[in-house]
């Protein structure tokens, strides 16, 4: 098989993180940009969202673009739900006023490649997938630990996102406290406890001190009583999310990515504990949870796997 050149983009919420990517997963040149997206769908105007859209992801694109004209297709992972059949965003939680857009049309003609657009969280599983932690098996559980909790799963080798794209919102199942109130207007949410500005929030609510996830990570390292209370609590809280998951799929193999990881030493063994916990007797010790080969690169992988797997088919 000739080695063949996709371009992977992931969009997050203040960030475009994009880079060439081959056939066997190699990372060439990448570029990051700032771009707050969600600030665009302020606008009450969707055309005026769409506009913008298109025309921040055509100026991160283009330039990697014209400089490696052997690229021959585009994936993109994007905050939003896709139909399956059509290939368009439904609806994007950070750009309210996106509805029924058909992204990866419009960018494809813009652009002069074919262009794949999923949901980013999709893309991360298919990443992790067919480049990290699930090389050589069939099927891997997937979660994104952010601003809240994504969620992915490939079945018996394909992605699988459900009849609307909104297969496998890991973050709003029901298995934590109800003291917080989500982003989705429920309380209990596994997100509301185990996010990583869960973690942080919850942090600085118990010590009185302001700091991110990654100071937290850097409070437990040094002993600090209420730093590692939360990630125990937020590992405790995956677990429960993880054995409701795999009660409904029977996959034994999960992989966790996002920033929340760099606790992983914290967060894995009371994940685990409460995974055996909850699972059904004859799984229990069966299902492997381990933290993501790829890190932050899981989902500029997916979205060029998505464009390389479609070539492949051609
Ligand atoms: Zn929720």
Same mark, same amino acid.
């Given at each position: 098989?000739?080695?063949?050149?996709?371009?992977?983009?992931?969009?997050?919420?203040?960030?475009?993180?994009?880079?060439?990517?081959?056939?066997?997963?190699?990372?060439?040149?990448?570029?990051?940009?700032?771009?707050?997206?969600?600030?665009?769908?302020?606008?009450?105007?969707?055309?005026?969202?769409?506009?913008?859209?298109?025309?921040?992801?055509?100026?991160?694109?283009?330039?990697?673009?014209?400089?490696?004209?052997?690229?021959?297709?585009?994936?993109?992972?994007?905050?939003?739900?896709?139909?399956?059949?059509?290939?368009?965003?439904?609806?994007?939680?950070?750009?309210?006023?996106?509805?029924?857009?058909?992204?990866?049309?419009?960018?494809?003609?813009?652009?002069?490649?074919?262009?794949?657009?999923?949901?980013?969280?999709?893309?991360?599983?298919?990443?992790?997938?067919?480049?990290?932690?699930?090389? #050589?098996?069939? /099927?891997? $559980?997937?979660?994104? =630990? *952010?601003?809240?909790? %994504?969620?992915?799963?490939?079945?018996?080798?394909? !992605?699988?996102?459900?009849?609307?794209?909104?297969?496998?919102?890991?973050?709003?199942?029901?298995?934590?406290?109800?003291?917080?109130?989500?982003?989705?207007?429920?309380?209990?949410?596994?997100?509301?406890?185990?996010?990583?500005?869960?973690?942080?929030?919850?942090?600085?609510?118990?010590?009185?001190?302001?700091?991110?996830?990654?100071?937290?990570?850097?409070?437990?390292?040094?002993?600090?009583?209420?730093?590692?209370?939360?990630?125990?609590?937020?590992?405790?809280?995956?677990?429960?999310?993880?054995?409701?998951?795999?009660?409904?799929?029977?996959?034994?193999?999960?992989?966790?990515?996002?920033?929340?990881?760099?606790?992983?030493?914290?967060?894995?063994?009371?994940?685990?504990?409460?995974?055996?916990?909850?699972?059904?007797?004859?799984?229990? #010790?069966?299902? /492997?949870? $381990?933290?993501?080969? =790829? *890190?932050?690169?899981? %989902?500029?992988?997916?979205?060029?796997?998505?464009? !390389?797997?479609?070539?492949?088919?051609?």
């Amino acid at each position: 098989m000739t080695n063949q050149f996709a371009l992977g983009v992931d969009v997050g919420g203040t960030n475009i993180r994009l880079a060439v990517v081959d056939s066997r997963g190699k990372i060439g040149e990448r570029r990051q940009y700032e771009a707050r997206l969600s600030q665009h769908g302020a606008s009450s105007d969707a055309d005026r969202s769409m506009a913008l859209v298109l025309a921040t992801l055509e100026s991160a694109i283009r330039p990697l673009l014209e400089r490696q004209p052997d690229i021959q297709g585009i994936g993109i992972g994007f905050p939003g739900f896709f139909d399956n059949q059509t290939g368009s965003m439904l609806s994007s939680p950070n750009i309210p006023g996106l509805l029924n857009v058909p992204l990866a049309e419009s960018l494809s003609q813009r652009l002069g490649r074919p262009v794949h657009v999923q949901n980013d969280a999709s893309l991360a599983a298919l990443g992790e997938f067919t480049f990290g932690v699930g090389v #050589g098996l069939s /099927s891997l $559980l997937h979660l994104t =630990l *952010g601003t809240g909790i %994504g969620g992915g799963v490939i079945i018996n080798g394909g !992605l699988y996102t459900g009849d609307g794209g909104m297969a496998m919102e890991m973050g709003h199942l029901h298995v934590a406290p109800e003291d917080r109130l989500c982003g989705c207007g429920a309380r209990g949410c596994m997100e509301t406890w185990a996010s990583a500005s869960a973690v942080a929030e919850r942090f600085s609510i118990l010590s009185g001190i302001q700091a991110n996830a990654r100071e937290v990570n850097q409070m437990a390292n040094a002993g600090n009583e209420h730093a590692l209370a939360v990630l125990h609590d937020a590992g405790r809280i995956l677990g429960r999310g993880i054995a409701e998951a795999v009660k409904l799929l029977d996959i034994r193999q999960v992989s966790i990515s996002g920033g929340l990881t760099g606790a992983w030493k914290h967060l894995a063994p009371a994940l685990q504990q409460e995974l055996d916990k909850h699972l059904l007797p004859p799984l229990i #010790g069966k299902v /492997s949870v $381990l933290c993501s080969k =790829l *890190g932050d690169d899981a %989902g500029i992988l997916g979205a060029a796997a998505l464009a !390389l797997g479609d070539m492949q088919n051609d």
